[in-house]
């Protein structure tokens, strides 16, 4: 569809588009209360513990008081909705913010300050220097003569540099008395995102211009929130407003990433809900049996002798609300705090800061942190990410004659010569190019100011681009006079054609001296650019103009239409030289890659690049190890039948040389091979890229980085993807974690990301420092909530057998509340300070990372662990108690009060062995929440209404209560000490010998070094160690895929089984 808009007469546009009013609100005051509880209750545990709260409002079945789910339930809720109500009013404050900014509008001939939000379609904006766009504009006026203006648009596409803005050949020349009468109207496309274009038309009414059609293009807009610089003042008409603006179409909330964990813990989840069904339905008919056949029998039991139809349901019911506790429902709640928590280590990381730009790390998406401990293949860019974005004129060929050297550039190491020697015989309009194309992109200062000491001056007098998607080339006109000694050719004004083109395919002898340099400086893992001329006659050249206005004039398909006129000029070519730039290296990427490799991570470079430079950066990089350790294998052809050759080939030999593992092997593939065999040949493709660890994809496009990721998302694999530029941001959006460079290419990847970082090189801390301690104490954190609600709810079941299966509980509703809610969760949430190990150690240990890929600290193994302890822990509570208090004359409550003593007294102990290295802050809240128990509960013993008045003052003055709870600590924790001792002395992990190096203060051992094996052996059980997995050794299951086996420490060789493939996990 179309928009019309009418310059400067709004009332034909008011009652059709929208105003200007800026909404980024997801709520509203109304809505807010049945919006955010129906995305509360979207999820499968809020609607269980819902449904949980509802039956007990039922007082024939509920075993406690409501208030025991319901105030946490409450208190849940309101914590989140309290979150999401403070963002969505913060989005608020900014939205009135800009929508009450002022600005200068023409209205009626007049010009008058409104507010932002007032502006409609049709408007004329004024400007002035460093004012914010508050509409996408068509420019129509600015201070320059020239029609140009500058602009800001970081807050758009994030890049810095500001960018060329000019109005319409149709404004050119018009006063600015005049443009506020200006009359016509603009032929545009509905409102898309699409920040890249607008194809366009406009007509000006008389007397400005006789209805002439014009072409308009995205350099002739001003878009919403950029900023004006540089120019004293600017007009422009409205053309999109409000929500409607490219930048209103691009916001959104992104869609949130489930992680690998998280999908574990609902797998878990579901398990226990299975677990607690059958429970539920044992007991109930157990109970039903024993009052049908014992509890009539009892006097003290008055069941009436014909019940209700649902009374074969009550203790079904009752029993499924005293298990209900199982789930538990505080875990996440505290998730979400500690990986709040992980992100600000993140972005508190001083380590991580560049020191060159001052650039923090930032975690945008907290919610993935542990994902950075489970990463499995890593896909980056080349160019900005791992290499400076910083190009250096070093070699080129002119004439069949080489220039440049090692130790310097090809401008300054030989300009002498180029000077003095060679510049009368050399093809002077390759000055022109070169200085025609430093002064249209503003490049080094150093290439204009060497080309104009060659006595090279040019006075430009009409310059323009355009750009050649489809052909990938990228087109100057030049007309001016240039005057260069006695170069005859430019003395008279006449019209020049530059190409710029990336291969260029001529025959003859200079272009094979042109080819081999191409090929030499690729080789030396050098950019290279053929540069190339033509002249054009006076007739030709309007004949082809008038043919490229039209085609410049639709609003269909016109970037096809205009790539096909400037073919019919892409002929004839005289060729003027080679050029080769160096993009270096960042600092530490060489070592940063080795380092990751040896984690197990396989990388994939997806670059622009020929294939040629690609490879030589990628051995530079030590992506891939130098022959005869390394092996390339090379996927081409422009056909089917090519590609599936070569295909098949590679696929036989990488099959043949990973069942060996003498060989680390990478394959190379073009862009147009990759398209024909995702296309074709997709599952060959697919089982190459599982066998070999590196790949090298050159030429691709954006669209084909984002198919890669995907490939390897169905695979099964966790995807990191790493970038600098607005090209990459489809890979990063793709990719399970997101990692965006703020480079030389602007911040669009960095906002698309989900963490940003300002070097490559910080991508090893954030993965290896970051990533594995998230995940290690995700882990404990997720499986210990579960410990500590089996633990209680074992404690009632077994009550129950002594109860006569009636589902009553043993606790009251407040110690049920408080321990959810206070006793057992402020310990645990210090658990986010824990480390296993330094971070020196860390680093200096990669392949510990395996643990983490492979999901060897939560898997079912593990949990199955932590489901034993707290079986058995619930045991001796129970059991203890009841024996110690069997002859007691004690009520229930102080019964109930020593079982839930025991149980905090347990868990502390629990924590703190679980805990590897101690804070002051951790001794306080484990010792600290352990003083606090004690201290709420006399408060609420010394209230005489509470239900518990005076129970724990007498339990306080009883020896036997304090023999009771050492016997429980001791009983519960003695086994367990035992399991691990044994462990650590006789089947030590590597985790625990590196603990034991740190402890005892000696040298760290050696870690060996990874050899890359087949990762398709899949059956392959991997070692038999742990980091913590109590009771239950690990999983077989808790297995990957991708990363090869480990090389395991030299010291544990001598203890420890052989090694053998790890492969994936299935979670």
Request: some cysteine; charged content about 20%.
């Amino acid at each position: 569809m179309k928009r019309y808009v009418y310059i400067n007469d709004d009332n034909l546009a008011k009652d059709i588009y929208c105003d200007n009013r800026i909404s980024n609100r997801k709520y509203t005051i109304l809505n807010f209360l049945p919006k955010n509880l129906w995305e509360q209750f979207s999820r499968f545990m809020n609607q269980y513990f819902l449904l949980i709260a509802c039956l007990q409002l039922w007082s024939l079945i509920t075993p406690v008081n409501p208030a025991s789910t319901w105030g946490p339930l409450i208190l849940i809720f309101a914590v989140s909705s309290s979150k999401e109500a403070w963002d969505d009013y913060n989005r608020y404050l900014l939205d009135k913010k800009a929508n009450e900014k002022e600005i200068w509008i023409v209205r009626q001939g007049i010009r008058k300050l409104i507010q932002a939000q007032d502006i409609c379609i049709g408007n004329i904006v004024w400007l002035r220097e460093n004012d914010e766009v508050p509409c996408d504009l068509l420019l129509l006026g600015t201070a320059d003569p020239q029609g140009f203006c500058y602009v800001e648009t970081a807050a758009l596409d994030g890049e810095t540099d500001l960018k060329t803005r000019s109005i319409p050949s149709a404004c050119m020349g018009i006063d600015v008395d005049l443009l506020h009468k200006i009359k016509g109207v603009i032929e545009c496309p509905s409102p898309n995102k699409d920040i890249r274009r607008f194809d366009a038309n406009m007509r000006l009414f008389p007397p400005f211009l006789d209805n002439d059609i014009f072409p308009l293009t995205i350099k002739n807009t001003l878009l919403q929130s950029c900023y004006l610089r540089n120019t004293e003042w600017a007009c422009g008409v409205a053309v999109y407003t409000g929500n409607q603006t490219k930048l209103g179409m691009c916001r959104g909330i992104a869609e949130p990433k489930l992680t690998a964990v998280d999908a574990m813990i609902d797998k878990l989840t579901g398990a226990v809900f299975v677990f607690q069904i059958v429970v539920v339905i044992v007991l109930g008919i157990a109970g039903n049996v024993f009052k049908d056949k014992q509890g009539r029998k009892l006097w003290y039991v008055q069941y009436p002798k014909e019940g209700p139809w649902y009374e074969l349901l009550v203790i079904p019911l009752r029993f499924e609300l005293l298990c209900s506790i199982m789930i538990p429902i505080s875990i996440k709640v505290s998730l979400d705090l500690a990986k709040s928590l992980y992100a600000k280590f993140i972005d508190w990381d001083v380590e991580m800061v560049d020191p060159e730009t001052g650039i923090r790390s930032n975690a945008a998406n907290q919610a993935i942190s542990e994902d950075l401990g489970q990463v499995e293949y890593i896909l980056t860019d080349k160019t900005g990410t791992l290499t400076e974005n910083k190009m250096i004129f070093k070699r080129c060929c002119i004439s069949g004659r080489f220039y440049g050297n090692e130790s310097g550039d090809a401008l300054t190491a030989k300009v002498g010569q180029f000077h003095t020697r060679h510049y009368p015989k050399m093809k002077k309009p390759l000055y022109v190019l070169l200085l025609v194309c430093a002064w249209f992109w503003r490049i080094k200062t150093e290439i204009f100011l060497i080309l104009t000491s060659m006595h090279l001056q040019c006075n430009m007098k009409y310059l323009t681009l355009w750009s050649s998607h489809l052909t990938g080339k990228e087109c100057l006109w030049w007309l001016g006079n240039a005057k260069a000694g006695n170069f005859s050719s430019c003395q008279k004004e006449q019209m020049k054609l530059f190409f710029l083109l990336p291969i260029l395919i001529v025959s003859g002898q200079q272009v094979r001296t042109f080819a081999e340099a191409v090929e030499q400086y690729a080789q030396m893992g050098l950019r290279t650019l053929c540069l190339a001329w033509r002249k054009l006659e006076e007739d030709e050249y309007q004949e082809w103009t008038s043919m490229f206005k039209e085609a410049n004039s639709t609003l269909v398909d016109r970037e096809r239409r205009v790539a096909e006129v400037c073919q019919r000029l892409e002929r004839d070519f005289e060729i003027l030289g080679v050029a080769a730039i160096e993009d270096r290296l960042q600092e530490g990427v060489p070592e940063t890659i080795e380092i990751l490799r040896k984690a197990g991570i396989n990388f994939w470079m997806l670059t622009g690049d020929k294939m040629s430079t690609a490879i030589q950066i990628a051995l530079s990089c030590n992506f891939v190890s130098p022959e005869p350790k390394g092996q390339i294998l090379i996927i081409d052809g422009k056909t089917e039948d090519e590609v599936c050759r070569s295909l098949d080939r590679v696929l036989l030999t990488t099959r043949i040389t990973e069942s060996e593992s003498k060989q680390d092997v990478a394959f190379v593939v073009d862009g147009w091979a990759l398209e024909i065999a995702l296309k074709h040949y997709r599952k060959p493709f697919t089982e190459l890229a599982i066998l070999s660890r590196t790949a090298i994809c050159c030429r691709v496009t954006p669209s084909q980085k984002a198919q890669l990721v995907e490939l390897l998302k169905l695979c099964d694999y966790r995807t990191l993807a790493i970038g600098d530029g607005g090209n990459d941001v489809r890979m990063i959006q793709q990719a399970d974690i997101g990692v965006g460079i703020s480079g030389r290419e602007g911040l669009q990847a960095a906002r698309a990301a989900d963490y940003s970082i300002g070097k490559f090189r910080f991508l090893k801390r954030l993965i290896l420092v970051h990533g594995r301690y998230s995940y290690n104490r995700t882990a404990f954190l997720s499986q210990y909530s579960f410990y500590k609600s089996f633990l209680i709810c074992f404690i009632q079941i077994f009550f129950s057998f002594i109860s006569g299966v009636s589902g009553t509980s043993l606790f009251n509703t407040v110690s049920l509340m408080a321990y959810n809610v206070f006793y057992t969760s402020v310990p645990v949430l210090f658990s986010v300070l824990d480390k296993d190990l330094s971070e020196r150690t860390v680093m200096q240990h990669p392949q510990i990372l395996f643990d983490c890929q492979s999901g060897r600290l939560l898997n079912p193994s593990t949990f199955a662990g932590w489901f034993g302890r707290s079986l058995f822990h619930a045991i001796v509570v129970f059991v203890i108690t009841i024996h110690s208090y069997a002859f007691e004359k004690s009520v229930m409550e102080e019964v109930a009060m020593v079982a839930v003593s025991g149980c905090i007294w347990l868990q502390a102990f629990v924590v703190a062995l679980e805990t590897n290295s101690f804070t002051i802050f951790q001794h306080l809240a484990i010792w600290g929440n352990l003083v606090g128990f004690y201290a709420i509960n006399w408060i609420v013993s010394s209230i005489p209404t509470s239900g518990m008045y005076t129970i724990m003052f007498r339990l306080c003055e009883q020896p036997s209560y304090w023999i009771t709870m050492i016997l429980i600590v001791a009983t519960g924790m003695c086994p367990v000490l035992a399991l691990k001792y044994l462990r650590y002395t006789y089947r030590p992990s590597r985790i625990n010998l590196l603990q034991q190096s740190e402890r005892l203060g000696g040298p760290i051992l050696s870690s060996g070094i990874i050899e890359p094996k087949s990762r398709s052996s899949l059956d392959k059980d991997i070692p038999t160690d742990s980091v913590y997995e109590p009771l239950l050794s690990e999983s077989p299951s808790a297995t990957r895929r991708s990363a090869g086996p480990t090389q395991r420490l030299d010291s544990v060789q001598s203890q420890s089984p052989p090694h053998s493939t790890h492969t994936r996990k299935d979670n």
